[in-house]
């Protein structure tokens, strides 16, 4: 396994753990709302890019990952709003889907580094701007930046794992 992959890991998994550490536990009784939710699609999705990478997938679905783990995030905040929130509040959260949605489809198939950049604008923009909401725990915020940071790194690091990849193929022929 080469560093890069063992720093890539880190990224995923260590904001994870400290997010843990903070998050209330989860009985599955609170499976229904939607933080809980995004706390296990969180822990999928880590596990998917995990395998993606230790089996040497191909960089398009983990960038395809990347990418429904970016228009995902905006959705766990407009739920969250629409159960708790006021209607302000649900035009808000819209106004985050709209944001961050095009950053994922257009990070899938046109600029990679949409991804790893809508992800940690996710986190910085909108998880601190979150902090003190009515209709979001403050440790689901807190968790959310973190784990944003984490992965828009593990995405900055499989760009550049790609193109250097792509660089040494081309050396090669």
């Given at each position: 396994?080469?560093?890069?992959?063992?720093?890539?890991?880190?990224?995923?998994?260590?904001?994870?753990?400290?997010?843990?550490?903070?998050?209330?536990?989860?009985?599955?009784?609170?499976?229904?709302?939607?933080?809980?939710?995004?706390?296990?699609?969180?822990?999928?999705?880590?596990?998917?890019?995990?395998?993606?990478?230790?089996?040497?997938?191909?960089?398009?679905?983990?960038?395809?990952?990347?990418?429904?783990?970016?228009?995902?995030?905006?959705?766990?905040?407009?739920?969250?709003?629409?159960?708790?929130?006021?209607?302000?509040?649900?035009?808000?959260?819209?106004?985050?889907?709209?944001?961050?949605?095009?950053?994922?489809?257009?990070?899938?198939?046109?600029?990679?580094?949409?991804?790893?950049?809508?992800?940690?604008?996710?986190?910085?923009?909108?998880?601190?701007?979150?902090?003190?909401?009515s209709y979001v725990s403050d440790?689901?915020?807190?968790?959310?930046?973190?784990?944003?940071?984490?992965?828009?790194?593990?995405?900055?690091?499989?760009?550049?794992?790609?193109?250097?990849?792509?660089?040494?193929?081309?050396?090669?022929?």
């Amino acid at each position: 396994m080469k560093p890069s992959d063992l720093l890539a890991f880190a990224c995923l998994i260590v904001p994870q753990l400290i997010a843990a550490a903070g998050a209330p536990a989860l009985w599955p009784a609170q499976l229904s709302e939607p933080i809980y939710l995004a706390h296990v699609a969180t822990r999928l999705t880590t596990s998917v890019l995990i395998v993606a990478r230790l089996f040497k997938w191909s960089p398009s679905f983990e960038k395809l990952q990347l990418a429904l783990f970016l228009a995902g995030m905006p959705v766990i905040y407009l739920w969250c709003a629409a159960l708790r929130g006021t209607a302000s509040d649900v035009r808000t959260e819209l106004l985050g889907l709209v944001l961050f949605a095009p950053c994922a489809v257009l990070g899938h198939v046109r600029w990679s580094w949409l991804l790893p950049a809508g992800i940690a604008a996710h986190g910085f923009a909108w998880d601190v701007w979150h902090h003190g909401s009515s209709y979001v725990s403050d440790w689901y915020a807190n968790a959310c930046l973190g784990v944003d940071i984490g992965f828009g790194l593990y995405g900055a690091l499989l760009l550049w794992r790609d193109r250097s990849e792509r660089r040494a193929a081309l050396t090669v022929s």
